[in-house]
């Protein structure tokens, strides 16, 4: 998404209709209590939620990938902080080998 204000619900859906088999990721380099996602993710739940409900399906959950909420908006080394992100990329573009049953958000553990 390039514009999260107002929330393009319509555009979402149109989009997400012709993926009907792909994991639906909310991707951000930021820690999870500083970039979008508090505010995308009960949008994007509801957009899919209505989307699903019209088409007589359940309704795909948004998946997080990012780091873990926190005080800071990155470690105090470029170089853990160059691996996060390429950890995060990873994670990202690999998410069904990686996601579990029930398993929601995923964080760059280094």
């Not at 088409?55 to 853990?80: F, H, L, M, N």
């Not at 690999?94 to 929601?104: M, N, S, Y």
């Amino acid at each position: 998404l390039e514009m999260i204000a107002p929330f393009p619900h319509d555009l979402l859906t149109s989009v997400i209709a012709n993926y009907e088999n792909a994991d639906i990721v909310w991707c951000q380099e930021e820690p999870k209590n500083m970039g979008a996602w508090l505010y995308v993710k009960p949008r994007i739940d509801m957009a899919m939620r209505l989307m699903c409900e019209s088409g007589g399906r359940e309704a795909r959950q948004v998946v997080y990938i990012g780091r873990a909420a926190s005080a800071a908006k990155t470690t105090a080394s470029p170089d853990i902080h160059q691996a996060e992100t390429i950890d995060l990329c990873r994670q990202a573009l690999a998410l069904t080998d990686q996601q579990g049953p029930g398993d929601e958000d995923h964080h760059a553990d280094l």
